[in-house]
């Protein structure tokens, strides 16, 4: 090849090189023409529930079947002293809190009271309510909560708890043998004796 050809060849080999080098550029900077970033985004809502109550199977001591809301003690009493009978139930609700809550407890009488209206207070050496206690378990909160009947009110209790939770509330209640509003063993004046209470699971 003479020295002409040679220069000839370098010089389309260099433009070709050149070409191929715009080529790519011109590439790239339609491949960044044809790009684009967008955002796709979802909003989870903070929500808490609770199902209807369950009873606890093998955890049930003279209590009668969960009916609805409604946990009726089989005999309250006893038969020879009239005075209340050891009682022990477990309810469980399954529940979940995607967020940090609280969770509480409240009674509405602060013990099982007669709830006959107008009567007048229990005669002397006779008792007219039960105190018993309620134990709450749910995520990291294990508390205990006592309506001791010492008076006839609201009383509640609130758990705070810092994170979501999944699972079942548990609270089990009890009943002590014996347990009045007066004092050990003493009897109970007849009637029907009642406590509501309701579990509520919110916004700190």
Same mark, same amino acid.
């Given at each position: 090849?003479?020295?002409?050809?040679?220069?000839?060849?370098? $010089?389309? /080999?260099?433009?070709? /090189?050149?070409?191929? =080098?715009?080529?790519?550029?011109?590439?790239r900077?339609?491949?960044?023409?044809?790009?684009?970033? %967008? $955002?796709?985004? @979802?909003?989870?809502?903070?929500?808490?529930?609770?199902?209807? !109550?369950?009873?606890?199977?093998?955890?049930?001591?003279?209590?009668?079947?969960?009916?609805? +809301?409604? =946990?009726? *003690?089989?005999? =309250?009493?006893?038969?020879?002293?009239?005075?209340? #009978?050891?009682?022990?139930?477990? *309810?469980? %609700?399954?529940?979940?809190?995607?967020? /940090?809550?609280?969770i509480?407890?409240?009674?509405?009488?602060? @013990?099982?009271?007669?709830?006959?209206? @107008?009567?007048?207070?229990? !005669?002397?050496?006779?008792?007219?309510? *039960?105190?018993?206690?309620?134990?709450?378990?749910?995520?990291? $909160?294990?508390?205990?909560?006592?309506?001791?009947?010492?008076?006839r #009110?609201?009383?509640?209790?609130?758990?705070?708890?810092?994170? !979501? *939770?999944? +699972?079942?509330?548990t =609270? #089990?209640?009890?009943?002590?043998? @014996?347990?009045?509003?007066?004092?050990?063993? /003493?009897?109970?004046?007849?009637? $029907?004796?009642?406590?509501?209470? #309701?579990?509520?699971?919110?916004?700190?």
């Amino acid at each position: 090849m003479t020295r002409t050809n040679r220069f000839k060849a370098a $010089v389309l /080999a260099g433009a070709s /090189a050149v070409t191929l =080098l715009l080529l790519a550029q011109m590439a790239r900077a339609q491949d960044d023409d044809n790009s684009r970033d %967008f $955002v796709v985004r @979802g909003q989870v809502p903070k929500v808490c529930t609770i199902a209807s !109550p369950t009873i606890g199977a093998g955890q049930v001591v003279n209590f009668l079947s969960l009916t609805g +809301g409604t =946990l009726q *003690v089989d005999q =309250l009493t006893d038969p020879v002293t009239l005075s209340t #009978r050891a009682a022990s139930a477990q *309810v469980n %609700f399954a529940a979940v809190c995607n967020y /940090a809550h609280q969770i509480m407890l409240e009674s509405q009488n602060n @013990g099982l009271w007669r709830s006959e209206l @107008g009567l007048t207070p229990a !005669p002397t050496g006779f008792s007219d309510a *039960v105190p018993y206690t309620a134990t709450l378990a749910w995520g990291p $909160v294990n508390s205990r909560f006592e309506a001791d009947a010492s008076a006839r #009110r609201i009383r509640d209790s609130a758990q705070l708890v810092d994170q !979501p *939770v999944v +699972g079942d509330v548990t =609270l #089990r209640l009890d009943i002590q043998p @014996g347990a009045t509003n007066l004092q050990t063993n /003493a009897p109970l004046v007849s009637g $029907v004796y009642r406590d509501t209470l #309701r579990l509520t699971v919110e916004p700190q």
